[in-house]
C-alpha cells in the first residue's frame, strides 16, 4: 500500500526501435489516514445507577476532525449529531428512569470514518424527593419544655438523613446538626436559656434532594436539675455527721435537709451547699437522737 498523505508523481515514457517519447509529469496525493478509534469512553460499558443528567464524554482519537454520535434506546443506537464535540455530548433534556441506552461514538476526518464500538448504560432507579417531617417533639408551640430536652420527629417518607436547623432572631436560620437518628441528642441544643422561644425545622434529605420542613416552636420554662442526687452516704467524724453524695444531672447547688421522721414531717434546712459534701456539725447536742437526711438538687 501507498503511504497515506504523500504525493506522489508518476510518468508514462513510450518507446518503440526509433526512440522515446516522454510522457508529461502526473501528480496525486493519497488520502489522509483515518482517525484512530475514541477512548476512555464515560459512562463504562455495562454501568447502573447513571445519574438521568448524565453527560457522555471520552478522547478523540488521533487525527479525528468530526465526531458522529450514535445514541439512543435501541441497538444499533441511530445516528444523532456529526460536529467537533471535542469528547463530550450532553443529552438534551433528562434521559429516563431505569432505562438501557446504547451509544457509540465514530471518528472521521477527510480520510473516513473509524467506526466505534457499541456501549450500553442504565440509568438510576426513580427516588423521589422525600416528604415531610412530622409529629415534633417537644409538639408546636409548647411551654415549660424543660432547658435539657432532646428533640424528635417523624420523619418523611423516603428520607435518609435529616438536618436540624434553628432561627437566630438576627440571621435567620442555620444548620446545628445532621444525622440519621430522629431523636436529637439532649446536648445538641441545651441547655436552654429559661423562658425563651426557640424556632426549628427539620430539613429532608435522600439522594432525589432536600425538603424543608415546616417551621416549629416551643418555650423553654424553669432552668430545673434533669436528675436528683443520688447514692447518699453518711460518716461519723470528730467534725460531725459527714454526708456525700453523686451529684444530680445539671444540679448547681443542694440543700441538704434533715428530719427526726422518716417521712420528713417536719424537717429543717441547712441552706445553700455548692459542694457534693456537708458536715452536720449539730449532731453531738442530741447523741441518742435519730436523724434523717436528704439532698435536693437546685439549679
Not at 434532594?209 to 423553654?220: D, I, K, L, N, V
Amino acid at each position: 500500500n501507498l503511504a497515506y498523505d504523500v504525493t506522489y508523481y508518476w510518468r508514462i515514457d513510450s518507446r518503440n526501435v526509433s526512440g522515446v517519447t516522454t510522457g508529461a509529469l502526473w501528480a496525486f496525493h493519497t488520502q489522509l489516514e483515518p482517525p484512530e478509534a475514541a477512548v476512555n469512553l464515560t459512562p463504562l460499558n455495562g454501568a447502573t445507577d447513571i445519574p438521568v443528567n448524565g453527560v457522555l464524554t471520552w478522547t478523540q482519537g488521533l487525527r479525528t476532525t468530526f465526531d458522529r454520535v450514535h445514541f439512543g434506546t435501541s441497538n444499533p443506537p441511530p445516528f444523532l449529531i456529526q460536529n467537533n464535540l471535542h469528547g463530550t455530548y450532553d443529552p438534551p433534556g433528562n434521559l429516563q428512569y431505569e432505562q438501557t441506552y446504547y451509544w457509540r461514538i465514530d471518528e472521521m476526518n477527510n480520510g473516513g470514518i473509524t467506526t466505534g464500538q457499541t456501549w450500553s448504560f442504565t440509568t438510576v432507579e426513580f427516588v423521589a424527593p422525600p416528604g415531610m417531617p412530622a409529629n415534633p417533639v417537644p409538639a408546636d408551640g409548647a411551654v415549660n419544655v424543660p432547658t435539657h430536652t432532646t428533640l424528635a420527629f417523624s420523619p418523611g417518607v423516603g428520607a435518609v438523613s435529616h438536618q436540624l436547623w434553628i432561627e437566630d432572631p438576627e440571621w435567620g436560620y442555620y444548620q446545628i446538626w445532621q444525622g440519621t437518628d430522629t431523636i436529637i441528642p439532649e446536648p445538641v441544643i441545651s441547655p436552654l436559656t429559661p423562658f425563651t422561644t426557640l424556632y426549628w425545622r427539620i430539613y429532608e434529605i435522600n439522594s432525589a434532594g432536600t425538603t424543608m420542613g415546616p417551621p416549629w416552636s416551643f418555650t423553654s420554662g424553669e432552668f430545673v436539675p434533669t436528675g436528683s442526687a443520688s447514692d447518699l452516704t453518711i460518716r461519723i467524724t470528730p467534725a460531725g455527721a459527714e454526708l456525700r453524695w453523686v451529684p444530680a444531672a445539671y444540679g448547681y447547688w443542694y440543700y441538704v435537709q434533715r428530719s427526726a421522721n422518716i417521712d420528713f414531717n417536719p424537717y429543717s434546712t441547712f441552706g445553700t451547699v455548692w459542694d457534693t459534701m456537708f458536715v452536720d456539725t449539730t449532731i453531738f447536742s442530741s447523741p441518742d437522737e435519730i436523724r434523717y437526711y436528704r439532698v435536693v438538687a437546685g439549679p
